[in-house]
């Protein structure tokens, strides 16, 4: 039996990159997955990780940032497929942002970012709070960034991504605040914090589409995130932020005391 056998998840923002592995391990781990993306090709990505996999995954195209295709996604996971146990806000959105851009960009810049990053996450979080609380417990695990954590190498928040960088602190107060609420509710919020993590969003930093030589040889993988957050789940801890940082063993730390569980 496998150790999600009879769980049903969602993941947002799956159609590639890190998202994709991470619905993937969770169908690996025997869990029902709805995967959504505002891409159309993750009807396309569903099925052949439910082909692979042999459990079923449905994907479906809808927008975190939009309030009625978050509460459609919710719906179709509770009618469709039984129920929610695991929700992992992966969605997010990326761009250069400088602080003396002009204003209309400033303020256009923050909805794209905020609304997917941030206000995406209260959305779709509160949008199946109540059905984690009816099904006696579960798990949110909100991907995050190591920026938030003590930093282990230089290029952490990069002065080029202002909002970027707010959105995921941003998180840090929903982690830490959910997790103690929905305590009582048995129900778990985490945050993994990766680095360097191949992805066409990392890719698509360089001109060629290309990982340079150097990162390359280090860079981390969907897999190694996946494989992170199924020992995070297994665990049952929350409140924490779990970093993985490349060059380093991508593995579940320690718990840590109260006083740095969001900090590190």
């Given at each position: 039996?496998?150790?999600?056998?009879?769980?049903?998840?969602?993941?947002?923002?799956?159609?590639?990159?890190?998202?994709?592995?991470?619905?993937?391990?969770?169908?690996?781990?025997?869990?029902?997955?709805?995967?959504?993306?505002?891409?159309?090709?993750?009807?396309?990505?569903a099925e052949a990780i439910e082909q692979e996999t042999g459990n079923r995954v449905?994907?479906?195209?809808?927008?975190?940032?939009?309030?009625?295709?978050?509460?459609?996604?919710?719906?179709?996971?509770?009618?469709?497929?039984?129920?929610?146990?695991?929700?992992?806000?992966?969605?997010?959105?990326?761009?250069?942002?400088?602080?003396?851009?002009?204003?209309?960009?400033?303020?256009?810049?923050?909805?794209?970012?905020?609304?997917?990053?941030?206000?995406?996450?209260?959305?779709?979080?509160?949008?199946?709070?109540?059905?984690?609380?009816?099904?006696?417990?579960?798990?949110?695990?909100?991907?995050?960034?190591?920026?938030?954590?003590?930093?282990?190498?230089?290029?952490?928040?990069?002065?080029?991504?202002?909002?970027?960088?707010?959105?995921?602190?941003?998180?840090?107060?929903?982690?830490?605040?959910?997790?103690?609420?929905?305590?009582?509710?048995?129900?778990?919020?985490?945050?993994?914090?990766?680095?360097?993590?191949?992805?066409?969003?990392?890719?698509?930093?360089?001109?060629?589409?290309?990982?340079?030589?150097?990162?390359?040889?280090?860079?981390?993988?969907?897999?190694?995130?996946?494989?992170?957050?199924?020992?995070?789940?297994?665990?049952?801890r929350t409140g924490e932020n779990i970093g993985a940082w490349v060059g380093h063993?991508?593995?579940?730390?320690?718990?840590?005391?109260?006083?740095?569980?969001?900090?590190?």
């Amino acid at each position: 039996m496998a150790a999600l056998d009879g769980k049903v998840a969602i993941v947002s923002g799956a159609a590639q990159g890190i998202g994709e592995g991470l619905a993937l391990g969770l169908s690996q781990a025997g869990a029902t997955v709805l995967a959504f993306d505002v891409q159309d090709t993750i009807t396309q990505v569903a099925e052949a990780i439910e082909q692979e996999t042999g459990n079923r995954v449905l994907g479906m195209v809808a927008d975190v940032s939009k309030r009625a295709d978050v509460e459609r996604a919710v719906a179709t996971a509770t009618e469709t497929l039984g129920g929610i146990d695991i929700l992992v806000n992966n969605a997010g959105a990326w761009k250069p942002t400088l602080v003396d851009s002009p204003w209309e960009q400033a303020v256009a810049d923050w909805d794209l970012i905020m609304d997917t990053n941030f206000k995406g996450v209260m959305m779709l979080s509160r949008a199946c709070v109540p059905h984690l609380q009816s099904r006696g417990g579960g798990d949110i695990v909100n991907i995050s960034t190591y920026y938030v954590l003590p930093a282990r190498s230089e290029g952490t928040n990069n002065p080029e991504t202002d909002l970027y960088n707010a959105s995921k602190w941003a998180l840090n107060g929903f982690t830490d605040t959910w997790s103690k609420y929905l305590a009582k509710d048995n129900i778990r919020v985490n945050g993994l914090c990766m680095g360097a993590t191949d992805s066409p969003m990392l890719r698509g930093l360089f001109p060629t589409g290309e990982l340079p030589e150097a990162m390359a040889k280090t860079v981390m993988y969907p897999s190694d995130i996946a494989r992170l957050m199924l020992d995070l789940i297994a665990d049952g801890r929350t409140g924490e932020n779990i970093g993985a940082w490349v060059g380093h063993p991508v593995e579940l730390p320690p718990p840590s005391p109260a006083h740095r569980r969001i900090s590190g």
